[in-house]
């Protein structure tokens, strides 16, 4: 995850340049909030719950750009989210005590 959150910054500080942004912490958590939206909108139209034509592929698209905006999110943040993963996630798939071996 540390390499692909690498490559999405170095996209994002591209980006940045190109168009004048200044990307802070509230500028990505906002970003990350308007991408979950569209990904949403997607969602509604492919079950029919919103006008437009259906298509997977802008779901699949935008479901991109919500983890793009989440790494990059984090980055600003502070958070480790491999490690925020392992701990609130990834811990139910170790073995417990009493859990037959």
């Known amino acids: 995850m540390k390499a692909l959150q690498a490559d999405v910054l170095r996209i994002s500080d591209i980006y940045a340049a190109e168009h004048g942004i200044d990307r802070d912490r509230d500028w990505a ?11 949403t909108a997607e969602h509604l139209r492919l079950s029919q719950r919103a ?5 997977p592929l802008a779901l699949s698209d ?3 750009d919500v983890l793009g905006m989440l790494l990059i ?3 600003r943040a502070g958070v ?4 925020a993963m392992r701990r609130k ?3 139910w798939l170790e073995p417990r005590e009493g859990d037959a071996a």
């Open 29 to 39: 958590l906002l970003k990350l909030q308007e991408e979950l939206g569209e990904m």
């Open 51 to 55: 006008r437009g034509a259906p298509d």
């Open 62 to 64: 935008e479901a991109a």
């Open 73 to 75: 999110y984090c980055a």
């Open 80 to 83: 480790d989210l491999e490690e």
């Open 89 to 91: 996630w990834l811990r």
